[in-house]
């Protein structure tokens, strides 16, 4: 009887104990006046083994006659876990940028990203503003 009293308070002990999550946030490039959401996504994987890195490389795409401004990334893994992220292509400006999520030691990622740009012809006379170019 003792026995089974101290295995249903182990089993209520252990489901009861909350998870703890990181989440960490990353933001890439230059904020402008008029930067408009563009594109954006979320997913969530389950690691295999939490001792090998898993890696996610994700590419947003601005709309036509729109740039890239910056990137907002959000990637959350549990408390022991590791995250790091890295833009592997593509810059402020571009119609395109690319970035990478490893993660390490944790049982799943969860990301969500929202890529914002501004009109291209915009882009070029700020950028030929702050460069001095009349």
């Keep these: 009887m003792l026995g089974r009293i101290f ?3 182990l089993v209520v002990g ?3 104990l909350p998870q703890t999550f990181e989440t960490k ?3 890439v490039g230059i904020e402008y006046d008029h930067s408009l959401p563009m594109v954006g996504g979320a997913d969530r994987y389950r690691h295999r083994n939490n001792y090998d890195p898993f890696f996610v490389t994700v590419t947003a795409t601005a709309k036509k006659n729109y740039v890239i401004s910056y ?15 890295c833009v592997t292509s593509g810059a402020t400006g571009s119609r395109s ?7 390490n030691r944790s049982e799943f990622l969860a990301y969500s990203y929202l890529a914002y740009g501004i009109r291209e012809d915009e882009y070029k006379k700020v950028t030929a503003a702050s460069n001095g170019v009349c």
């Design 14 to 16: 252990v489901t009861s």
């Design 71 to 85: 990137l907002e990334v959000t990637a959350t893994v549990d408390a022991l876990g590791a995250v790091d992220f």
């Design 25 to 27: 946030n990353f933001k």
């Design 97 to 103: 940028v690319a970035f990478r999520l490893a993660s």
């Design 7 to 9: 295995f249903v308070v």
